[in-house]
């Protein structure tokens, strides 16, 4: 059972990072305390923001002695309030945002070794200052830190080609619960020694270990690309394009994103400059996109063909093919801009599921169906990876329903949904973790055999239940 | 600590089976029982054979009840003595080459659904029927089987492209020491919901839990293919001109395989049909291919341009494009028997070793020197993925010396090669793991840290210390 921290522990953890890295309760902690979609509110005596991996080992250690729970944070960008304290304020918060070099670049090898604080666009823009790629891409990359990325295992726009965060590190280096240091920033593509311990830490949220550095791979820089905006009558049909598009394509398809009409005239009605991409109205749209190191001008004749052979076909509707990288942006603004466009049109309860892609039409019915029975007249607005099979199923209210009366349905609603997923073979979370949010949820759709090895490695690595607590297990 | 099995046990355990599926001592459990290398040689009171999960489940709670210690079995085809039970007569051997059902195959998924026990050339087959691909590959894939292949996290001759063993798994079915069934078989591509258990099992060799069955990746089935033969100085022109390859193809890289000057005249001088693929000798040759699912004919002239490049820079000696099918499979049959050429020059000290791409061209020069002076006359022969950076750094003996006084030298010749690979940051065994072979071995090289968690993780989901005892860890 953790203690609540002595005043004596506290000026001990202070000394460890100096006046600079420690903060006190009073304003300057509130950014760390308050998740942006304002679900989480916590309380912590001190955050300390150590500047190296050596003074966050002296402070795991005083804390693991004293019987202190500490809670870690990289950029506090997590949508399920895995980085935010509990409100009873017992809790130290130890922000990684002081932890910000770039440790190594090594061409040859494809691999960047960086401090868990390194904020993601600075990883994009080393690698592309040395002529490499770096795939990892969402929407907070700007202020998004490594440690949290790899913690959360993050997805976002490129893992249909590169895979989720997970599938970007060869080594890691992590503090564990009692400040030593696992030291295991190796730059190898094959090492079969032993368990497989970097993975285990990848998607933990922080309650095995906090991550202090890791080796990214870096992947070659693409040099061309093409996209088109496709019009079409049913998710199957995506699904049914998505297949030709992977034979044709391969590794080249970068891009498969699934867009309702419902979504798209949200987006139109919200911005001043959208437009209706296509002469006529469809059902669903797909942003399909290619990268390759090919030479410029490339792929989008290759893609333009293929379109011509499915439109023949009768699989798809109609496309444009985007005429420049100008048009191909604004493709992605329409995608991008799904979430906020729910905004104007009331209340939105929102889910982030997966499911195998030859299950996704058979969900939309099924789950449009029950939502509409439960609460007539909502609306949903689903779009997302298709070609990663996570959809962000979300339902706009009812058009003259009070917005909180809608959002208090949240429970009932997202019950009908997630039981919906895990009947189908699908998760309840594909993205963005459990953390606080979905920690009780989980027991309801995961096997008490598997909850019991989660559990087992919990008490394994964190045995006095000091690391992040009440989060994930 | 484990107990000798009681006659009653073994009469429980064959009920189970039933006689096809139980093998006493006696001639039929030899193949079993011995390493193909001859490195390994066992005894067990019992073969088990279960058809199916549930009566693999049914084994395991009698064995867990009596504290009696199993090893499981894929196809045999394992290097460090991983699957091989102990000479004492204790173990019961699990065999899973009675589960070889195709469970499901998933196109719109692109999944595939597998017992453990399917041989890797039928999941290959399977996949092609579809009109997919998956993409392990190696040179026992006629009787490797997907549990062991899984267990072991196998490597082979595809990994630059597609990566290792682990790459190609989405879910997994797993029994627990203790018999009870963990149902991991998803089919999702993104999915965070807890500690990533999948990836703890695969790679553990069978020490934590029996792989009995798993959702397999496919992939979009490459249509054209381009190969070149090239010669050259040095290992490290051989690394920058992987780093243009990478740059120049990215993905459509999928074979680049570094060999010696020696290795190939070894090749030429044992095999009838094989030719010096090049006008003049080079010092150093590399194996490059390209595959792609373009139209057939696209890669060739693509290779041509690059490799016509290169050599005005002066960065490559000479090239031969493959000008056919034919060809490009002859360059792979020189590579491919390296190890086989060997043989005729005497006694062969075998490494398996991975390193960044970017230390290999200074490993090579500093082992080589090392080892000529432990043992002067000593002939290096070194090869393997250098896309992946892993080498098997096979060492020829001196032509004058007695085969069996050379072999006698192996634990100090490899003493000196592990010492500089861990020295220079890379890994001891890059693909075929610790089994029995490495597992002291490994001792050496990680840090206690390191040891001490993995130990943790075996006394988490193993505490009787039943399940494939005395391999790993």
């Not at 903060?23 to 308050?34: E, M, N, T, V």
């Not at 976002?156 to 280096?173: F, P």
């Not at 299950?359 to 997302?384: M, S, Y």
């Amino acid at each position: 059972m953790s203690q609540k921290p002595s005043e004596h522990l506290l000026a001990a953890l202070e000394k460890i990072v100096g006046p600079k890295g420690a903060l006190r309760p009073g304003p300057d902690q509130a950014p760390y305390l308050k998740e942006w979609r304002d679900k989480f509110q916590g309380a912590t005596p001190l955050i300390l923001r150590p500047a190296s991996t050596l003074e966050l080992s002296e402070i795991l250690k005083l804390t693991y002695e004293a019987d202190v729970a500490v809670v870690p944070q990289g950029g506090n960008t997590g949508l399920v309030g895995g980085q935010i304290p509990h409100p009873g304020g017992d809790e130290i918060l130890i922000s990684l945002d002081r932890m910000t070099h770039i440790r190594a670049v090594d061409t040859d090898n494809n691999t960047l070794t960086v401090d868990g604080g390194v904020i993601l666009a600075e990883v994009q823009k080393v690698a592309t200052d040395h002529n490499r790629f770096f795939p990892l891409s969402l929407a907070s990359e700007g202020s998004a830190r490594i440690g949290g990325l790899l913690s959360t295992n993050a997805g976002g726009t490129n893992v249909l080609r590169y895979g989720n965060a997970r599938e970007q590190v060869l080594g890691l280096e992590v503090v564990l619960p009692d400040g030593t240091i696992w030291e295991g920033l190796r730059g190898l593509r094959k090492d079969n020694t032993g368990y497989d311990l970097k993975d285990l830490f990848i998607g933990a949220e922080g309650t095995l270990g906090i991550i202090t550095g890791a080796v990214l791979k870096l992947q070659a820089r693409p040099r061309d690309h093409a996209a088109a905006l496709v019009g079409l009558r049913s998710p199957a049909d995506a699904i049914a394009l998505l297949a030709q598009a992977r034979a044709a394509f391969d590794q080249a398809l970068t891009g498969f994103e699934l867009m309702s009409r419902r979504g798209l005239e949200f987006v139109i009605a919200s911005f001043d400059d959208a437009r209706d991409p296509l002469a006529a109205p469809h059902d669903w749209y797909v942003l399909l996109e290619l990268s390759s190191t090919d030479q410029p001008g490339t792929l989008s004749p290759r893609l333009e063909r293929f379109l011509a052979d499915v439109l023949q076909e009768g699989l798809i509707a109609d496309a444009a093919l985007a005429a420049s990288d100008q048009q191909r942006r604004d493709f992605w603004d329409l995608r991008e801009r799904f979430s906020e466009a729910q905004k104007p049109f009331g209340g939105s309860i929102k889910h982030d599921i997966s499911l195998p892609a030859s299950k996704i039409a058979e969900f939309l019915e099924r789950a449009n169906d029950l939502v509409a029975k439960a609460c007539p007249g909502i609306r949903p607005v689903p779009f997302g990876h298709l070609g990663d099979g996570n959809l962000h199923y979300n339902l706009t209210q009812p058009e003259d329903m009070d917005k909180q009366a809608y959002l208090d349905q949240w429970p009932q609603i997202s019950r009908i949904v997630h039981d919906l997923v895990s009947e189908m073979g699908g998760s309840i979370s594909a993205e963005h973790g459990l953390g606080q949010l979905k920690r009780d949820e989980i027991k309801r759709y995961k096997s008490e055999i598997e909850m019991d090895l989660m559990r087992r490695i919990k008490q394994a690595f964190d045995p006095k239940g000091l690391m992040n607590p009440g989060k994930v297990v």
